[in-house]
């Protein structure tokens, strides 16, 4: 049995409440997660993702995001114009960097393990864009750099029709993600938020077959630096772990970031 299935069953009500935006129906939300990475000339270089630990279950089985459909991105007109830009480490190997960033850009930074391939938006640019990941999702584990913006998500079904809730996380809300990075955009490094969303607790939704997340920006949420990871519904999970993993979901549990140096 998969996580996603035994935590729908559950009814999922554990943990501490965090208050959501009013454009928010649900009233708890988001877990932490420990990350196990290699690292390569940390914070300008490669921040390799391994695997995050979600109460006592060790996961390595990710869905990365394989297309993406802009729905709405504030044009580049040059200086710090436009919204969302593909960016990279200074010294990471791979990704892309781009002001104007393409769909396939941004499909490219979101779609490997390295933690400094991240999307930048412009602290006042706006956009809606739809990620589709490779495999089912059941969390999405979510990075931010310097932990001070807001952001929206909301699921998206087969048909291209938004489902469940409109998520909004405030900038409060992110948990030291244990690492800092220091990308070709900005001049000095800057640490790290990190937070999971349940996709059945989080963003009420019914179906287990979500593979499409809806993300937005907007202008006054100051301009989040992002990287988004699926975990995959249908990986096995140990029935130990699945039970003493439950509690995390619909609430909050404080766990000490680990990093594992290369």
């Known amino acids: 049995m998969t996580l996603s299935k035994l935590a729908v069953a559950m009814g999922i009500a554990t943990g501490a409440l965090l208050s959501l935006g009013s454009n928010a129906n649900a009233q ?3 877990f932490d997660f420990d990350t196990t990475y290699s690292v390569n000339n940390a914070p300008t270089g490669d921040i390799l993702l391994e695997s995050v630990k979600i109460g006592n279950e060790i996961i390595n089985d990710f869905s990365y995001v394989s297309t993406v459909e802009i729905v709405a991105n504030d044009p580049f ?3 710090n114009t436009g919204a969302a830009s593909a960016d990279t480490g200074d010294t990471a190997t791979g990704g892309v960097r781009a002001e104007d960033a393409s769909a396939e850009d941004i499909a490219t930074n979101l779609g490997t393990n390295n ?10 640019g706006s956009f809606i864009i739809d990620l589709k990941f490779d495999k089912v999702i059941d969390n999405l584990l979510i990075w931010e750099r ?5 952001l929206a ?7 291209g029709d ?3 809730d409109r998520l909004l996380i405030e900038d409060e809300m992110w948990f030291d993600a244990g690492y800092s990075i220091n990308t070709s955009e900005i001049s000095g490094a800057q640490e790290v938020g990190s937070l999971g969303i349940n996709i059945f607790a989080d963003l009420g939704v019914e179906s287990d077959s979500v593979d499409t997340i809806r993300f937005i920006s907007q202008s006054e949420f100051n301009g989040p630096d992002w990287k988004f990871v699926g975990t995959d519904s249908a990986r096995d999970v140990p029935e130990p772990a699945l039970a003493l993993g439950l509690g995390i979901f619909g609430g909050v549990m404080a766990l000490k970031k680990r990093a594992k140096l290369a």
């Open 28 to 30: 708890s939300f988001g």
């Open 77 to 79: 007109a040059g200086g």
């Open 115 to 124: 933690l400094n391939h991240i999307i930048d938006t412009e602290d006042k």
């Open 146 to 150: 310097g932990k001070n913006s807001d």
């Open 153 to 159: 998500i909301q699921a998206v079904d087969a048909n």
């Open 162 to 164: 938004l489902i469940g």
